[in-house]
């Protein structure tokens, strides 16, 4: 099993950037896809991005291609989400996910392991 802790969200006026990270423990972090979700309020939660285990490959929705990169760091045990030009629509919970088997990337149930979430708010 492996835990997820996010860290790095707050407020921001539009235009700005946050980094969101995604601290692992337990069972080796590179065995994990990493994927980064959003839910904002009254919606379902949404694929943002996804890296495979290398960091080889990345994955993006259309709504944050160009303005999200997504990153890890296997010695370290994190995963990042380096947010740029802000949007008041980005504001959301942000979620990062673990899968260990291979398979799809962006759906919610690809993923076994959440942690608890931190919220980004964009101020317009």
């Known amino acids: 099993q492996v835990r997820l802790v996010e860290s790095g969200g707050g407020l921001v006026q539009t235009g700005g950037s946050l980094r969101l990270s995604c601290a692992a423990s337990g069972r080796t972090f590179s065995s994990y896809i990493i994927g980064w979700f959003r839910q904002a309020p009254g919606k379902e939660r949404e694929f943002a991005a996804a890296i495979t285990w290398g960091g080889g490959s990345t994955y993006y929705a259309d709504s944050v291609k160009g303005r999200f990169t997504i990153s890890r760091e296997n010695a370290k045990n994190t995963a990042y989400l380096q947010m740029n030009s802000l949007k008041p629509e980005d504001t959301a919970v942000y979620y990062c996910?673990?899968?260990?088997?291979?398979?799809?990337?962006?759906?919610?149930?690809?993923?076994?392991?959440w942690g608890q979430g931190t919220q980004v708010t964009v101020s317009s």
């Open positions: 996910a673990a899968r260990y088997s291979s398979g799809g990337y962006y759906a919610t149930g690809e993923y076994e392991y």
